[in-house]
């Protein structure tokens, strides 16, 4: 099953910070589990969009 909606616990990575592949840059909790959300391509955080304690966010949502 896919994760469609999600709450935003607690990001592990700030604004400027490196990250590496496999690496969880935040906490999103689900309906089931809380789970870490591991990158797919090693890179910088430009912008947190989402922030901590967000709820009911749709997986592919942009806010701004």
């Given at each position: 099953?896919?994760?469609?909606i999600?709450n935003?616990?607690k990001?592990h990575?700030?604004?400027g910070?490196?990250v590496?592949?496999?690496?969880a840059?935040?906490?999103i ?8 959300f ?8 430009a912008?947190i969009?989402?922030p901590d ?7 592919g949502?942009v806010k701004?």
């Open positions: 099953a896919k994760i469609v999600g935003i616990v990001w990575v700030k604004e910070d490196k590496e592949v496999g690496e840059v935040c906490d909790e689900t309906d089931k589990a809380t789970l870490g591991e990158m797919q391509d090693a890179g910088y955080v912008k969009l989402v304690g967000t709820k009911g966010v749709k997986v949502t701004d």
